[in-house]
């Protein structure tokens, strides 16, 4: 006999990804950059593909101005990674960190 299951929706992990990212410094918001066309044309911010055990992911997020750009991706990749691990107890798969644009 099996133990107590849990299931996550897609909308917990999403506000999961989106709660990491933003507590990371220098990350003005989640979303995408431009124009609000553009961005409803682009589609979510956030996707995510779930396996049976893990979860690959693709966050598109605006900078804030003056903010070095690989260090900023590789701290979101971070952030989110854990999150997903230890939040969600799932397996993070690849986290594909997208800057649209520089803002603030």
Excluded: F, H, K, N
């Excluded at 410094?25 to 911010?45: E, F, I, K, L, N």
């Excluded at 993070?92 to 960190?97: E, I, K, L, R, S």
């Amino acid at each position: 006999m099996s133990g107590p299951t849990l299931w996550v929706s897609r909308a917990v992990i999403e506000d999961t990804i989106r709660l990491a990212a933003l507590e990371v410094p220098g990350v003005c918001r989640v979303g995408r950059g431009g124009a609000a066309w553009a961005r409803w044309v682009a589609g979510p911010a956030i996707r995510i593909e779930r396996g049976p055990d893990s979860v690959a992911v693709s966050v598109t997020l605006v900078a804030r101005p003056a903010q070095p750009l690989v260090p900023l991706t590789r701290s979101v990749r971070a952030a989110v990674t854990t999150a997903v691990e230890r939040t969600l107890d799932l397996e993070a798969g690849p986290v594909t960190v997208i800057v649209d644009g520089v803002g603030s």
